[in-house]
């Protein structure tokens, strides 16, 4: 099945720097998207991405598609920000979603 | 518009026992997926079904399994539990399955 690979597992900021998440995936998909899980483990849509570029205030996402990655840009970084950030792809071929493992972001203030 | 929801929240069973967990999705959605998370496998999909029909299906035993109702409420029911089936278990709904998926806060279940 399809692989995902996330970069870096671990994350440690200080409250006002800038960070890049990558997500690697070994086939074509039809959908990408990216998660923040908070403490209380529910999972928060950040965005559905499967090609292209996005934004939403302090966070955006890039995809490209044609060389299977992505990245999560997070700027000016906040305490509320930590927790694992996740990225989920469904192959065009299999219909189920694949996870990556993760990146545990911490902020510190 | 509401979220989706789950219930219970948090479950504690014994080995061997059986459980059910419930799946309520967002209007309009038709399409659920079911994932476990544990420390150790990390979130993996379990199956997903659309308009009552289970469409994919994970690399999990046959003793869970799942339906879905005509108003896309889904239950996941897993039989003769094992501690290794403790986990927090997480639905997802969207419209077509390949678009948007929307997650539950998750049921905690713990298997003693």
């Known amino acids: 099945g399809i692989q995902v690979e996330q970069s870096p597992p671990d994350l440690i900021l200080q409250e006002g720097a800038n960070s890049t998440l990558r997500c690697n995936f070994s086939d074509s998909v039809n959908n990408l998207q990216w998660f923040h899980q908070n403490p209380w483990g529910q999972l928060i849509n950040l965005f559905y991405i499967p090609s292209g570029t996005k934004q939403n205030g302090r966070l955006s996402a890039t995809t490209v598609a044609t060389e299977r990655y992505s990245l999560l840009y997070i700027s000016s970084s906040q305490t509320t920000d930590s927790g694992v950030y996740f990225c989920?792809?469904?192959?065009?071929?299999?219909?189920?979603?694949?996870f990556g493992d993760g990146t545990t972001l911490t902020v510190k203030p | 518009k509401a979220g989706v929801t789950q219930t219970p929240r948090y479950l504690i069973k014994t080995r061997g026992q059986q459980v059910t967990l419930s799946c309520s999705p967002i209007s309009g959605h038709r399409s659920v997926s079911w994932y476990q998370q544990t420390p150790g496998q990390g979130l993996q999909f379990l199956f997903e079904?659309?308009?009552?029909?289970?469409?994919n299906k994970g690399n999990f035993p046959g003793r869970f399994s799942g339906r879905q109702f005509s108003n896309s409420r889904s239950e996941m029911n897993v039989s003769t539990l094992e501690l290794g089936d403790s986990a927090l278990y997480l639905c997802a709904s969207s419209f077509t399955g390949e678009d948007t998926q929307y997650f539950g806060p998750g049921t905690r279940l713990t298997v003693l």
């Open positions: 079904y659309f308009s009552e029909t289970q469409r």
């Open positions: 989920a792809v469904i192959n065009t071929n299999a219909g189920k979603s694949t």
